[in-house]
């Protein structure tokens, strides 16, 4: 079993919610997530904050960030356990943040050291 990343990129910003519709969003995370840990699958993941730094010029400049479009903001991270990349493209496809035409789910492989 191989392990693969969901970076969650885009999707209506939390704060845009009302209560009752944030408790219902939430619900629907928790239904898929509570899903993929019946079958095993999910291996972590939460939401991240938005704000944050970046480090550059070779670890000597700091700035807040980050500094992207909305779309394309990581917004948080589910790592699952897979067969391989067609598996983890196909549990992808419940992800509630698709009820959003301008999220994207990322995939990647994560890759032993």
Same mark, same amino acid.
């Given at each position: 079993? /191989?392990?693969?990343?969901?970076?969650?990129?885009?999707?209506?910003?939390?704060?845009?919610?009302?209560?009752? #519709?944030?408790?219902?969003?939430?619900?629907?995370?928790?239904?898929?997530?509570?899903?993929?840990?019946?079958? =095993? /699958?999910?291996?972590?993941?939460?939401?991240?904050?938005?704000?944050? /730094?970046?480090?550059?010029?070779?670890?000597?400049?700091?700035?807040?960030?980050?500094?992207?479009?909305?779309? #394309?903001?990581?917004?948080?991270?589910?790592?699952?356990?897979?067969?391989?990349?067609? =598996?983890?493209? #196909?549990?992808? /496809?419940?992800?509630?943040?698709?009820?959003?035409? #301008?999220?994207?789910?990322?995939?990647?492989?994560?890759?032993?050291?």
């Amino acid at each position: 079993m /191989k392990q693969f990343m969901y970076l969650l990129r885009g999707g209506k910003p939390m704060d845009t919610y009302s209560p009752e #519709e944030m408790e219902a969003h939430m619900g629907e995370w928790k239904s898929w997530m509570g899903g993929l840990a019946e079958q =095993e /699958k999910l291996a972590g993941g939460l939401p991240l904050s938005k704000d944050g /730094k970046r480090v550059t010029g070779g670890g000597s400049v700091t700035h807040d960030g980050p500094f992207a479009e909305g779309k #394309e903001v990581v917004g948080g991270y589910i790592i699952v356990n897979a067969a391989n990349m067609d =598996e983890a493209i #196909e549990l992808s /496809k419940g992800c509630p943040i698709h009820q959003s035409n #301008e999220a994207v789910v990322e995939i990647r492989e994560i890759m032993s050291m």
